[in-house]
């Protein structure tokens, strides 16, 4: 069975750093890409980053140069890592199994919880 679980999320002043967890089960890292998304309040989910299933990273300009999306095959976990935080960071974070080209963030439709990230001071 197809599952992703998101984790480490938390709240932290502008200008910290976090780093959020995806745990996978019922497929393989080196056969899929993995795409991180952001919903903030009231606004439509987005793609934000993506690693496909070479390796290949994609970042959306907003947090380009902030985030860095890496994963561990072995450990089935795809982590985003989240510095020089910005309160319009703040919202829920899903990561879902995307298919295809990575950045076009294409999904199952499938969501996990989500893990709730806030920057405030």
């Known amino acids: 069975q197809v599952q992703v679980v998101e984790s480490g999320g938390g709240s932290v002043q502008p200008g910290g750093s976090l780093r959020l967890t995806c745990t996978i089960s019922?497929?393989?890292?080196?056969?899929?890409?993995i795409g991180w998304f952001h919903q903030a309040s009231d606004k439509e989910r987005e793609g934000i980053s993506c690693?496909?299933?070479?390796?290949?990273?994609f970042y959306a300009g907003s947090v380009k140069g902030r985030f860095t999306i890496s994963r561990d095959i072995a450990k089935k976990v795809v982590y985003l890592e989240m510095t020089d935080l910005k309160p319009e960071d703040t919202g829920v974070y899903y990561c879902?199994?995307?298919?295809?080209?990575?950045?076009?963030?294409?999904?199952?439709?499938?969501w996990g919880q989500g893990t709730q990230v806030t920057v405030s001071s």
């Open positions: 019922g497929f393989n890292l080196d056969d899929s890409g």
């Open positions: 879902a199994r995307v298919f295809g080209y990575c950045p076009a963030y294409v999904t199952s439709g499938s």
């Open positions: 690693i496909s299933s070479g390796a290949t990273t």
